[in-house]
């Protein structure tokens, strides 16, 4: 069974910095885009950045120069460096992934949700 694990979340003061992780496990024969979402307090959830396994990263205008999306294709990853946050960064941030497992077809995957709060 494939498992998406997040971590980094916490508290952080507006301007400061956070790294979030996911690492997938299981049988995983491949994965394909990468993403981190976002869901505020009664908001929709949201596309923040996207990595697909070769190609250049999307983001959502609201992030876009401060926030990065990296992938480590070796160990199964994917990050978001998040730089100069806001008070409206804070939310719960899911890990989102497209993977084909061994001998099943490809499904969508999320993860459990990691909280970023950011406030003095």
């Known amino acids: 069974q494939v498992q998406l694990v997040e971590s980094g979340g916490g508290l952080v003061q507006p301007g400061g910095s956070l790294r979030l992780s996911c690492a997938a496990s299981g049988r995983i024969a491949s994965i394909y885009n990468m993403a981190w979402y976002r869901q505020a307090p009664g908001k929709q959830r949201e596309l923040v950045a996207a990595?697909?396994?070769?190609?250049?990263?999307n983001y959502a205008d609201s992030v876009k120069g401060r926030f990065t999306i990296s992938r480590d294709n070796v160990k199964k990853t994917v990050s978001l460096q998040m730089n100069s946050l806001k008070p409206e960064d804070t939310a719960v941030y899911y890990c989102n992934a497209n993977i084909r497992q061994l001998s099943a077809p490809t499904a969508n995957y999320w993860g459990q949700g990691t909280q970023v709060t950011v406030s003095s």
């Open positions: 990595i697909p396994s070769g190609g250049s990263a």
